[in-house]
């Protein structure tokens, strides 16, 4: 390879002198310690949170880890995909299978070491994304979220007609449960079942967003987005579409396959029924609210879409109209029902960046605090 | 027609591509040679970005061949012609909107970055080492083109002379064998216009990577082009120096439908091109 200046002087002498401290993630001391106190308040909030609440905040953790897999091919490489729930389902029935018990009628393997089911999880979603790639990239756009929509309703057939793994429709399969260091998580021990799944959840999402972050930064992360933004240009300049699509459906699924496992452990069970459309357009909420082509902003949106039923259930008591009973109208169950609809909408006119933009908008506001209007 | 010095570092022969009816590259032959600024010019619709299309495989010709250093460019996709080291810009700016300047120019160098999804996951050791290498590099461009300014903006919000001059730069990103550039002072004001064709005689003379120039702007051509091709409705009407072009009745014919006064037909013809080249940047 010929160097670019083949002998010439070019230009002044470099500004920069340490680029790898310039392209560091956490690359000025304001988002370190900004980053470092969110952690430790994340990470101490169940010794003060009930657990109830605390199952929540789980379940949102590990529907982030989900999300953040969508956000890379949606987000990231512009493919909207309407399929995230099926490789979701796959992770859940891979870890419950592997570490399933063997005497029970369905199949089970019995391994219940956690590194074990996870990653078999992760694999196998992800091997279902490769395989379902190099069809979902001969299409675009619409076409593709069409496409990936049938998957979710090939998904629920199969996930319905495998019995002897899902046991049937509507029948519920015992999920994997997690154990760290011979400690059963989802047994209260010093720690409550709640406390220890919560930090357990913690610890991997930022794990997981921290390799999120460094594919994206890499030279994939910008052949996705590059593919995203213009995709003839794209192969012009050396990205092979395939291939980087392929790349981006791999890693989504494997990330919604280590979702899948972990996402029902608090609760110990789930039905084929769960990975619908209803859960497909979650994760797409996830992405739209938290913010496109953002790891940080897809953490706060699933910890927002978690808490959503939440916070709808303590609506009756501010807002008069809205009845907590089922029986009158409207009620919050109704409104639980439209509220991805409307935050979606909501957030795609007036803010399309996401939380992630509003995040963004209020730290350049202090930053420049004394100046500002 | 002018002998050409040097050796061809790219062969067009007899190139034909069709979209139905419509014969955009009819029977196109010509040569660039090393350190060689080739332009291309004809009026719209004459097929210039077609040419371009079928040498970075867009397009794929009907009949033909295209042979860049020996090695046969046709049924090749887009990525593998890149990576033979064909680069281009676009005539309507086709840059990554969302991502910056910088990260523009580091795609450029995709091909240049040898590591994969594990290490990039990963980060630390191949993934970081290369990026930081390949950062410099692309630091050299942000230089060459004065870009520091707007390393870290995203190209999107740049003005459009700019964005121009960003898109040369993720071209050159790539260590081309073979530039192409469509229209690069197309839109531009005077001084812009300057900039750029003093950028484009230094990649000549300084980086000697051979170019080919497809423009409206006949002042530019004919000041910094070595050799000009006219097409017209697909079909070579000339090939020689700015001078020998200027003075060859087929070309004056092509723009103007034929007039005997080869003076008045030249300056008439710069004058259309100008006006069709205005009438294209407001449209
Ligand atoms: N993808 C396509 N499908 C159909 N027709 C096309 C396509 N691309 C180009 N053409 C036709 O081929 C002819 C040549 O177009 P081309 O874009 O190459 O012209 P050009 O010389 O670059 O013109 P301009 O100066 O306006 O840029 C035109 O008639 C155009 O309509
Ligand atoms: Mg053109």
């Known amino acids: 390879m010929t160097t670019l200046m083949k002998g010439t002087r070019w230009g002044r002498p470099e500004l920069y002198t340490d680029y790898r401290q310039e392209m560091a993630l956490l690359n000025t001391r304001s988002k370190k310690a900004g980053t470092i106190a969110i952690i430790a308040l994340a990470a101490v909030l169940p010794l003060t949170v009930a657990d109830d609440l605390l199952a929540i905040l789980y379940a949102g953790l590990i529907l982030a880890i989900g999300a953040i897999g969508l956000n890379l091919v949606t987000g990231y490489a512009g493919q909207v995909s309407l399929g995230h729930a099926f490789f979701v389902g796959i992770g859940a029935y891979t870890a419950a299978v592997i570490s399933g018990d063997p005497d029970d009628r369905r199949l089970g393997y019995g391994i219940e070491l956690m590194p074990v089911w996870l990653l078999g999880a992760g694999l196998a979603a992800a091997l279902c994304g490769a395989l379902i790639a190099p069809v979902a990239t001969r299409l675009r756009g619409l076409y593709l979220a069409v496409v990936t929509l049938g998957l979710v309703f090939i998904g629920q057939y199969l996930f319905r007609e495998f019995r002897e793994i899902s046991g049937g429709a509507e029948q519920s399969r015992r999920a994997a449960e997690p154990t760290l260091f011979g400690m ?190 | 027609m002018s002998e050409a010095s040097g050796s061809p570092v790219l062969a067009f022969e007899d190139v034909h591509l069709s979209f139905g009816a419509v014969k955009a590259v009819n029977g196109v032959s010509f040569t660039v040679n090393e350190d060689e600024l080739f332009a291309v010019i004809g009026p719209n619709g004459a097929g210039k970005t077609s040419i371009f299309n079928v040498l970075s495989g867009v397009y794929r010709p009907q009949q033909g061949r295209v042979v860049l250093e020996g090695r046969d460019l046709l049924g090749m996709r887009p990525p593998a012609i890149a990576r033979l080291g064909v680069a281009r810009t676009f005539q309507n700016i086709e840059l990554f909107a969302n991502l910056t300047v910088v990260d523009n120019l580091m795609l450029g160098r995709h091909q240049h970055l040898r590591y994969g999804t594990l290490a990039a996951l990963l980060w630390v050791g191949r ?39 960003v898109e040369l730069g993720r071209a050159l990103a790539m260590e081309p064998r073979l530039l192409l550039l469509d229209e690069p002072v197309a839109g531009m004001n005077l001084e812009e ?91």
């Open chain 2, 127 to 165: 993934a970081r080492g290369q990026e930081v290498e390949h950062r410099r590099r692309v630091e050299e461009i942000v230089e060459f083109l004065e870009l520091e300014q707007w390393r870290k903006m995203p190209v999107g919000l740049l003005p459009y002379g700019v964005q121009k001059r």
């Open chain 1, 184 to 373: 059963n998580l989802t047994e209260d021990g010093a720690w409550t079942e709640e406390q220890k799944l919560y930090w357990f959840g913690l610890g991997l999402l930022i794990v997981m967003a921290v390799l999120a972050r460094n594919v994206a930064r890499s030279r994939i992360g910008r052949a996705l987005q590059a593919i995203r933004d213009r995709d003839v240009a794209a192969g012009v300049m050396g990205v092979d579409l395939t291939r980087y699509k392929v790349i981006a459906f791999t890693l989504s699924s494997f990330y919604a396959g280590i979702c899948g496992a972990l996402l029902y452990a608090s609760i110990g069970s789930f039905t084929p029924e769960r990975f619908g459309l209803l859960m497909s357009v979650q994760f797409i909420a996830i992405v739209l609210i938290g913010g496109v082509a953002t790891i940080s902003g897809t953490i706060m949106g699933a910890m927002l879409i978690a808490l959503l039923p939440r916070i709808a259930g303590e609506l009756p008591a501010f807002v008069p109209f809205l009845s907590g009973s089922p029986s009158e109208h409207p009620n919050v169950f109704e409104f639980q029902e439209v509220m991805y609809g409307v935050l979606i909408v909501v957030f795609l006119l007036f803010e399309p960046r996401g939380l992630f933009g509003i995040w963004h908008r209020v730290r350049t506001y202090w930053k420049s605090f004394p100046f500002s209007y």
């Open chain 2, 193 to 283: 216009t300057e900039d750029m064709a003093r950028y484009i005689l230094d990649i000549r003379d300084e980086l000697r990577i051979p170019m080919i120039m497809v423009e409206h702007d006949m002042g530019l051509v004919m000041d910094i082009a070595d050799r000009v091709m006219v097409v017209d409705f697909g079909t070579p009407v000339a090939i020689g120096t700015p001078a020998e072009v200027q003075r060859n009745p087929d070309v004056i014919r092509a723009y103007l439908g034929g007039d005997p006064d080869v003076e008045a037909a030249v300056e008439a013809g710069v004058e259309a091109a100008i006006a069709a080249e205005d009438e294209g940047a407001s449209a």
